[in-house]
Nanobody
Framework: VQLQASGGGLVQAGDSLRLSCAAS????????MGWFRQAPGKEREFVAS????????YYADSVKGRFTISRDNAKNTVYLQMNSLKPDDTAVYYC???????????????WGQGTLVTVSS
């Protein structure tokens, strides 16, 4: 499966953004999806994940209550709604597909190219 992330940009603290990740192929609904992010000089970290049906979602503590992951299997797309953005949220955001909606970057088999989110104070 090929993944294409979009929706990043430059926003101010407190603003909202919605990231999208469009997947190619007919098997999107068979994959759990995750969002990860990587800030300059830091390791890639887990943000959120969602099960194949969308019934289970998981979040990093740092984004819980502010970010929402969702998916539309009919559109082969996963979303990340980001509210109350903070400068610490500045990073390149990546979507990924795997078998299980884990927090472990190593368990995802396919990755999008990343979209940059910059939050100014």
């Amino acid at each position: 499966v090929q993944l294409q992330a979009s929706g990043g940009g430059l926003v101010q603290a407190g603003d909202s953004l919605r990231l999208s990740c469009a997947a190619s192929g007919r098997t999107f609904s068979s994959y759990a999806m995750g969002w990860f992010r990587q800030a300059p000089g830091k390791e890639r970290e887990f943000v959120a994940s969602i099960s194949q049906s969308g019934g289970r979602t998981y979040y990093a503590d740092s984004v819980k209550g502010r970010f929402t992951i969702s998916r539309d299997n009919a559109k082969n797309t996963v979303y990340l709604q980001m509210n109350s953005l903070k400068p610490d949220d500045t990073a390149v955001y990546y979507c990924a597909a795997g078998i299980l909606p884990t927090r472990d970057v190593r368990t995802y088999d396919y990755w999008g190219q990343g979209t940059l989110v910059t939050v100014s104070s």
